[in-house]
């Protein structure tokens, strides 16, 4: 078994059942608020811009939800993933034979990331509704080159609003979503009347995923025959990603192996989640277990967010949710890790760190650069931008424990390939990438604009 590079499931090893953590939490999620009202929403205040079983999901304390023979039958396509033992990775650190490092591996989907994961299952849901049209926002590309390909598979119109610094940074993440059939335009756009509010202040805005969202939501709100479809943050888009760590717990088995730390990039959440919520389980059940997550330095939600109750996006027109964030009014910089720069985090992975479940920490993006490359020269594949701080955290792990004289297995999830993400490595390799940590002032004003909740 120590030789053995690719662990492997069988499609009769795919889950039946998204696991659902909710019921399992040590105390309950705090309910989200209408941003109107300020009082805690119910199913009806979501059906205009969510299918039925999406909202019962969201609010589900089943701690097992099946998955549908069409939905399955869909992930065939790639799932089960490959873990990996990496070995080469392990031998270009030096490692001794008591560390070791395995790495699920995501990037083996059609549209290369983790994202098709939820996108399928929404896809479905809202086909079973009659649903003709979808709208939805992407940052880096993942999210909505996914529910492009899901939407391609049920016969959904999609229109995709991408934050405007990721459309002109990844050409080809468009390309691929006209290729599914979808239409994919900047944000913010002329199209609604959040994105002309937003360029009429600033003609020049970069975008934001909370621009985005506004737009996404606003588009859906105001058409009868469109829904709107979320890549990450809410709770049932991670529940759909835990078939990753449920199928990592089987590989780990396989390997004879248990991780003393998970480490997983942690942007909106959708993939963190995915891997770790599994092992959380198991953690909460009394295993010894570190569970980490990698953000950047440059939109710090976890490491240098407040846990308050916050809009979901700018224009203020999502429910209100409690959740560590930087402000709905935050704008980041145009960092090339897009997956990971939207203001605010998942509730659940929020809850979790209040509850000391979870750790974080922040990497720049010149350490997170400096890994993909030590990690593509010796594992072969290049990773995209996120999880290239799983990465560094991963690396930076393995090499204490060798100094320590400490035996150590670690886990970190690959979320995705990079191939749609040649410049960012194009900018690493010419020198001209920049460290970036966003200014405290800037934080500090986008704080102040925190919705007032009374007790």
Not at 109 to 133: C, D, I, M, W
Not at 245 to 265: N, S, T
Request: aromatic share 8%; net charge negative; glycine share 8%.
């Amino acid at each position: 078994m120590s030789e053995t590079t690719k662990f492997l499931l069988s499609e009769t090893d795919l889950p039946k059942d998204w696991y659902n953590v909710s019921p399992d939490l040590p105390s309950p999620l705090p309910p989200p608020l209408h941003p109107g009202t300020k009082q805690p929403i119910g199913p009806e205040d979501l059906a205009p811009i969510f299918p039925m079983e999406i909202i019962r999901q969201e609010v589900s304390q089943d701690r097992w939800v099946p998955i549908p023979v069409e939905v399955r039958d869909i992930y065939r396509l790639w799932r089960p993933t490959p873990l990996y033992r990496a070995h080469r990775l392990e031998a270009a650190l030096d490692l001794p034979d008591r560390v070791r490092i395995f790495y699920k591996y995501e990037g083996v989907s059609p549209s290369g990331s983790h994202k098709p994961n939820t996108a399928v299952p929404q896809a479905f849901y809202n086909k079973l509704e009659g649903v003709k049209r979808i709208a939805t926002e992407t940052g880096a590309g993942q999210w909505g080159s996914s529910l492009a390909m899901a939407c391609a598979f049920f016969g959904i119109d999609l229109k995709v609003y991408m934050v405007k610094i990721s459309y002109a940074q990844k050409p080809y993440r468009r390309a691929l979503m006209e290729a599914y059939g979808a239409t994919c335009i900047p944000s913010p756009s002329m199209d609604t009347n959040a994105g002309r509010t937003i360029l009429a202040n600033d003609p020049d805005s970069t975008g934001s995923l909370g621009i985005a969202i506004s737009e996404a939501v606003e588009d859906a709100a105001t058409r009868d025959d469109t829904k709107y479809a979320l890549g990450s943050v809410l709770n049932h888009v991670l529940m759909h990603q835990t078939v990753i760590g449920q199928e990592a717990l089987k590989q780990l088995e396989m390997a004879e192996a248990w991780p003393d730390v998970v480490i997983g990039c942690a942007g909106g959440g959708s993939n963190f989640a995915g891997l770790v919520l599994p092992f959380i389980r198991e953690k909460m059940a009394g295993k010894d277990i570190r569970i980490i997550a990698a953000e950047p330095a440059a939109c710090p939600t976890l490491t240098r967010g407040t846990y308050a109750y916050d809009f979901g996006d700018t224009s203020m027109l999502t429910p209100l949710v409690k959740m560590h964030t930087l402000g709905h009014s935050f704008v980041p910089a145009g960092i090339h890790a897009g997956g990971l720069r939207y203001h605010g985090m998942a509730p659940l992975v929020s809850h979790l760190l209040e509850h000391n479940l979870i750790e974080a920490q922040a990497v720049k993006q010149r350490a997170a650069f400096e890994a993909a490359i030590t990690f593509v020269r010796s594992e072969g594949i290049l990773p995209a931008p996120e999880p290239t701080h799983a990465i560094r955290l991963t690396i930076d792990e393995a090499i204490r424990a060798k100094e320590a004289g400490e035996s150590k297995t670690i886990l970190f999830g690959l979320c995705g390939h990079g191939h749609f993400d040649l410049s960012a490595y194009d900018s690493y390799l010419s020198g001209s990438l920049q460290d970036y940590e966003h200014p405290q002032e800037a934080i500090d004003a986008a704080l102040a604009e925190l919705p007032v909740i009374s007790a």
